[in-house]
C-alpha cells in the first residue's frame, strides 16, 4: 500500500476541516431563539422574589 504524500494529507485536512465548519455553522443556525423579552412574560413574579 503507498504511502500518501504530503500534500494529499494536506487536502484531505482541508476537506475534513471545510466539513467540519459547515456542520458547525449549520447546527449554530438551526436553532432559532427566543429573545428574553418576550419569554419574561411568560415567568411569574413570585419566582423572581427569592427568600433568603
Given amino acids: 500500500m503507498p504511502q ?3 500534500l ?3 487536502f484531505l485536512f482541508m476537506y475534513f476541516l471545510i466539513i ?3 456542520f ?3 447546527n449554530y ?3 432559532f431563539y427566543t429573545s428574553p ?3 419574561k ?3 411569574s413574579k413570585k419566582f423572581l422574589n427569592w427568600k433568603w
Fill in 4 to 6: 500518501m504524500s504530503p
Fill in 8 to 10: 494529499n494529507w494536506w
Fill in 20 to 22: 467540519l465548519l459547515i
Fill in 24 to 26: 458547525s455553522i449549520i
Fill in 29 to 31: 443556525y438551526i436553532i
Fill in 37 to 39: 423579552t418576550s419569554s
Fill in 41 to 43: 412574560s411568560s415567568f
